[in-house]
């Protein structure tokens, strides 16, 4: 072979290998950019303008110092956040023989995602509704819905999800190209564009638009999912860090992309004075510059968003509940641990040890050279004997039982099409499910957080301090924005200033940061992972 051509035909390999990763990781961006984001991005264009596109840079670079981080705990230590979270509170208080930290997580994860699919039926209602010439009746709007649950629950019960992604990916970036056209039509002021990246809270524009606070945690909420630290650690299993660090990149900065898109042409109804969000204006600035074509492309790429994350929302809390219910070897004190040096063989119950006896009585008569092999170390091929014999003798690790796993799926798609179903005001829908989710996150990420510095996961690749710094400093902001709603929800009448309210938020997140440190392992944790780093360098 020419030499030349076998080094064309490596780099064509290699070249080809990266663009997979990339495309794997791309997942992520289509579980981040469904109706939910289209909603609230069109939403903040058309009610704030520009002026919150630092939000969604923010929320994209926050996504990818958590995505990168449950990617690189789970290839350093084997083991998936949820199941990283079972083994370091397993001495912990528990209920029904799991961690009550368990439990907290995974009723968090199947709330949020609830609201979520409710949040992707009514994006998907609405699609269906942007398609010139329909009208919301109630047989429509029934009818839709129960035809979405019928298929999402078909399609996970088959395991045709895969089948269906590549068809639905190809439709949603059709809407994005779309989106992108509609910006050139548009034009863009390059002024204000820069502006917006410049952090603020605007004042609230009218009594029908959403309060700043609530609109700028929806963003967060939106682009940077909480149980996508659950998924993430799930699709790096096996996978390299470098290539993972990269897919990561490539996909946070794709639904970056697409969001900003969306927020200016939202802003486009801003400045022809809708300051009242609603997907039919939002479809009627695109029939101003594309004509009804671009309606239909619009409606047909929306219902493939809704379409594409009823699919996954489900199956994500599934797989996370999942994760944090099933038994992990390391709880067990009866199966062999291959990351402990090599030991002398151990007792494990009496009868054993009787027969262990009598072996080394019979050895020691024998002769001495017997007896010198009676007392070599357990290898690694001895300990995986061991380990199934005693598989097969004693009992398996728990594992959640599958009808609780479709339990689980079947409840969050009746719900959504229930609530749906009864006309519920789709647009806050999905306002209510991106704040609440905002919320949950800096609980998610403060669990990342403590894993991340726990040597029993990552004694092999200590969290570094750099990386230590920006992921506290990201929880804390997280946990900022979450204490800003609450303040406006709970004191809003009081509490009329807006530095009042941002002070007092601050201050809440810094003492919260503080406490968790002082009071829980995390302080202590974060000392060792920098000593062991130290030590390593």
Request: aromatic residues 8%; glycine residues 8%.
């Amino acid at each position: 072979m020419i030499p030349g051509s076998a080094s064309l035909k490596m780099r064509l390999t290699s070249l080809w290998n990266e663009v997979a990763s990339m495309l794997y990781w791309t997942m992520l961006a289509a579980c981040t950019v469904g109706p939910g984001t289209v909603v609230t991005c069109a939403r903040a264009g058309a009610e704030y303008d520009l002026s919150l596109i630092w939000a969604l840079v923010f929320a994209s670079i926050l996504a990818y110092t958590l995505q990168e981080g449950t990617a690189r705990l789970t290839i350093v230590s084997g083991k998936s956040l949820g199941q990283c979270l079972r083994v370091k509170y397993k001495n912990g208080a528990k209920i029904y023989d799991t961690a009550v930290i368990c439990w907290l997580v995974s009723l968090s994860v199947f709330i949020g995602n609830t609201l979520y699919e409710c949040n992707n039926w009514a994006g998907g209602i609405d699609a269906i509704l942007a398609i010139p010439g329909t009208e919301n009746t109630v047989g429509l709007r029934v009818g839709c819905c129960l035809g979405y649950a019928v298929i999402v629950l078909a399609l996970l019960y088959w395991d045709k999800v895969d089948m269906l992604g590549v068809f639905l990916g190809v439709m949603m970036m059709c809407m994005v190209a779309l989106f992108l056209v509609v910006v050139v039509f548009m034009g863009l002021d390059i002024k204000t564009l820069v502006y917006g990246l410049i952090p603020n809270i605007p004042d609230k524009k009218s009594e029908s638009s959403a309060e700043p606070a609530d609109i700028i945690l929806s963003l967060v909420g939106t682009t940077s999912l909480g149980f996508n630290l659950f998924l993430g650690g799930s699709m790096a299993k096996g996978k390299k860090l470098e290539s993972s660090q990269r897919g990561i990149a490539f996909s946070t900065i794709s639904a970056m992309e697409v969001s900003v898109l969306i927020l200016i042409v939202g802003a486009g109804t801003f400045n022809t004075g809708a300051h009242s969000f609603s997907i039919q204006a939002l479809s009627g600035l695109i029939e101003k510059y594309i004509g009804k074509i671009g309606v239909f492309i619009f409606s047909v790429g929306f219902v493939a968003a809704a379409l594409s994350s009823m699919l996954a929302v489900p199956l994500g809390a599934a797989l996370t509940v999942q994760s944090v219910f099933s038994e992990c070897d390391e709880e067990r004190e009866d199966v062999p641990k291959l990351s402990e040096p090599p030991v002398e063989l151990k007792v494990i119950n009496e009868t054993e040890n009787a027969k262990l006896m009598e072996k080394k009585e019979e050895q020691t008569e024998a002769g001495q050279e017997k007896g010198d092999e009676s007392r070599k170390p357990l290898t690694e091929e001895a300990v995986d004997e061991k380990a199934e014999v005693m598989m097969e003798e004693g009992r398996a690790n728990k594992e959640l039982p599958k009808y609780v796993y479709w339990a689980i799926i079947s409840l969050m798609v009746l719900i959504a099409t229930v609530v749906i179903s009864l006309d519920a005001p789709r647009v806050h829908v999905i306002l209510v499910a991106q704040v609440f989710n905002g919320c949950l996150l800096p609980f998610f990420s403060i669990c990342l957080l403590v894993c991340l510095n726990d040597q029993q996961f990552m004694s092999k690749s200590p969290q570094s301090s750099m990386a230590n710094c920006f992921l506290f400093t990201s929880v804390t902001i997280t946990l900022f924005l979450a204490s800003n709603v609450f303040l406006q929800k709970m004191f809003g009448s009081l509490l009329t200033g807006v530095q009042m309210k941002m002070g007092m938020a601050a201050g809440l997140a810094g003492i919260g940061m503080l406490a968790i440190t002082i009071f829980s392992s995390l302080g202590e944790d974060i000392v060792k992972s920098y000593r062991a780093r130290q030590a390593i360098n």
